[in-house]
């Protein structure tokens, strides 16, 4: 069984509420639809009711009857969800008034759903920009306990029985969100990768943090930061089997380990990559991996390319199911 193949039959089995901002985009509606119809997740759609149901017909959309619609003009939908706004943004000086009116904007809204235990995670940006649907999360979700840095984690799937990670298996981050992380959110992100492993990929998390120097062959500012990132991350989370700094053929390959990097617990075998910067790592991924997968959060808000496809929508909702599962059972 795949990847996907495994997270798709764990969200059905432990069936996540899923809330689209979105919900009169097509492609969303069309993802969402067909979400419905294999029995994943329990869909939140915010929009206007009749909006969505037209266009659902026009698209030939057969379960978007099923899903759950909440209307942002619905007075007694602000009534519920702005207090909450209001009691997180209060210190920051802001009114009632203009928490009612940030509530009914539906990426906040579907973050505020979650932030009230209404759903279990939220999927946008097939029409928002990423600083949008970003923003949202940080003002009402916010980071999860000893966590300050959202980062983004993409997956690399190599062919069933590769050497390389776990049968094939690799996770890559922060390639997406932090452009010049310090050592304390180098840290985190490979604190937080860890869990992603565990969570999306279902693997026991072997966390290499990168640097072009291994174990002191090199010396610069840069090797220094890794070093210390390596130091922390290990008094963050002592359980997590994690070592840097590394060279990636140090990380990946055990003839080399047991060259370059003879004493790291990884022993070149390691399926978690952490990268010194986002310009390093998002080179990286768009070589060769898929995602991203935005982690950090207390509950699971995940973004999308505004050129996806409804395929697209399909497996970020899977993800984000999987991404919720894990919250509860390993947090």
């Given at each position: 069984?795949?990847?996907?193949e495994?997270?798709t039959?764990n969200?059905?089995?432990?069936?996540?509420?899923?809330?689209?901002?979105e919900?009169?985009?097509?492609?969303?509606?069309?993802a969402?639809?067909?979400?419905?119809?294999?029995?994943?997740?329990?869909?939140?759609?915010?929009?206007d009711?009749?909006?969505i149901?037209t266009?659902?017909?026009?698209?030939?959309?057969?379960?978007i009857?099923k899903?759950?619609?909440?209307?942002?003009?619905d007075e007694t939908?602000?009534?519920?969800?702005?207090?909450?706004?209001?009691?997180l943004r209060?210190?920051?000086?802001?009114?009632?008034?203009e928490?009612?009116?940030t509530?009914?904007?539906p990426l906040?809204?579907?973050?505020?759903m979650?932030k009230?235990?209404?759903?279990?995670?939220?999927v946008a940006?097939?029409?928002?920009?990423?600083?949008?649907?970003?923003?949202a999360?940080?003002?009402?979700?916010?980071t999860?306990?000893?966590?300050?840095v959202?980062s983004g984690?993409?997956?690399?799937?190599?062919?069933e029985?590769?050497?390389?990670?776990?049968?094939?298996?690799?996770?890559?981050a922060?390639c997406a969100v932090?452009?010049e992380?310090?050592?304390?959110?180098?840290?985190?992100?490979?604190v937080?990768?860890?869990?992603t492993a565990?969570?999306i990929?279902?693997?026991?998390?072997?966390?290499?943090i990168l640097?072009?120097s291994?174990?002191g062959?090199?010396?610069s500012?840069?090797?220094?930061?890794?070093?210390e990132a390596?130091?922390?991350?290990?008094e963050?989370?002592?359980?997590?089997?994690?070592?840097?700094?590394l060279?990636?053929d140090?990380?990946?390959?055990?003839?080399?380990?047991?060259?370059?990097?003879?004493?790291?617990?990884?022993?070149?075998r390691?399926?978690?990559?952490?990268?010194?910067?986002?310009?390093v790592?998002?080179i990286?991924?768009?070589?060769?991996?898929v995602?991203?997968?935005l982690?950090?959060?207390?509950?699971?808000?995940n973004?999308?390319?505004?050129?996806c496809?409804p395929?697209?929508i399909?497996?970020?909702?899977?993800?984000?199911?999987?991404?919720?599962?894990g919250?509860?059972e390993?947090?």
């Open positions: 069984m795949g990847l996907f495994k997270l039959a969200a059905k089995a432990k069936r996540q509420r899923i809330v689209l901002p919900g009169t985009e097509p492609r969303t509606l069309t969402a639809d067909r979400i419905i119809a294999d029995g994943i997740a329990d869909i939140i759609l915010i929009g009711p009749a909006e149901m266009m659902a017909k026009d698209l030939n959309l057969e379960n009857g899903a759950t619609i909440v209307n942002p003009a939908v602000i009534d519920k969800y702005a207090p909450i706004y209001f009691e209060k210190k920051k000086g802001i009114s009632m008034e928490a009612r009116m509530s009914a904007n906040y809204l579907g973050c505020l979650v009230a235990g209404d759903a279990d995670g939220q940006g097939a029409l928002n920009t990423t600083g949008n649907v970003l923003r999360a940080f003002q009402v979700i916010k999860m306990p000893g966590i300050d959202v984690a993409f997956v690399m799937v190599l062919p029985g590769s050497p390389y990670g776990t049968n094939g298996l690799l996770i890559f922060d932090v452009p992380p310090d050592a304390a959110q180098l840290a985190q992100i490979a937080s990768a860890g869990k565990r969570d990929a279902g693997i026991e998390p072997r966390v290499a640097s072009f291994t174990k062959s090199a010396k500012e840069r090797v220094d930061k890794v070093i390596t130091k922390i991350a290990h963050m989370e002592p359980s997590l089997v994690l070592d840097g700094e060279q990636a140090a990380a990946l390959v055990p003839g080399v380990a047991n060259s370059k990097a003879p004493n790291s617990p990884l022993s070149g390691a399926n978690v990559l952490v990268f010194p910067s986002l310009e790592g998002n990286a991924y768009k070589l060769v991996a995602g991203p997968v982690q950090g959060l207390a509950a699971p808000v973004d999308l390319s505004r050129g496809y395929e697209d399909y497996k970020t909702i899977i993800i984000t199911c999987n991404q919720a599962i919250l509860k390993n947090n």
